[in-house]
């Protein structure tokens, strides 16, 4: 799938999954998710929905903060064994979960640069910074990043379920890649088959731009109706 479909399936499968896990108890987290941590959590599932592509040179997720992540992709790809093996790996998934709930238990300042470069991730994927104005759409992109960063901190949000959201959004990637026929091999590295492979639609192609992509921007749309008190945010007239 295209960046833009990966970081869309980030957006609707968090927001799927939150009525399932609200008032649960996981892995000792408890789960009370309110407006805030569902804005959080739709970008940040949206932005590590696109972090598997890290190792592909010319992916959106390489490019957005330029040689930065290029170095960062270029070590991933060297690390994990080329494009699509072991970044494409339930391996990797629980690896960058594992990492990012220990960040999040050492540091509150760490928690919040990483959510705003992931949230700048997840803009770039949604289709910010992909106009031909290259300058402009990076500015943009940044003011947008740095002021949704700045109230979802300003709301308080609460990101004990960080690492599991990250661990989420890796994993929405390979379904991603399993439906179109490049395949995935989740096993990695114990068996380096790719599942899927040769089955599912084209990337890029008719399937992806005229049924995939509308229906998870339906899907986006549809959730933020359910899943919002609009009563409680609206003013009332
Ligand atoms: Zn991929």
Redesign the pocket.
Known sequence: ?MGHS?ALSGVVGWMAVVPLVQGTEFFGLSFDLGPGEIIAGSLVCAGAALL??LD?KSATVTKTYGKVTEVLGGMLGYLFGGH?MGT?SFFFAILMGVIVQLLALWSEMAVQVFVFLLVGIALQGLGFGLDKNRVASGVINALATAGITLALFSTGVNYTWLGLAVAFGVIL?FF??MVTK?G?PIFWPLWKKRIGQGKGFVTDGPVEQKVVTPLLTVGIIVGSVYLFDWPAILPEY
């Open positions: 799938m990966h598997p592509d592909h699509r494409h990637h991603g890649d490049m995935v």
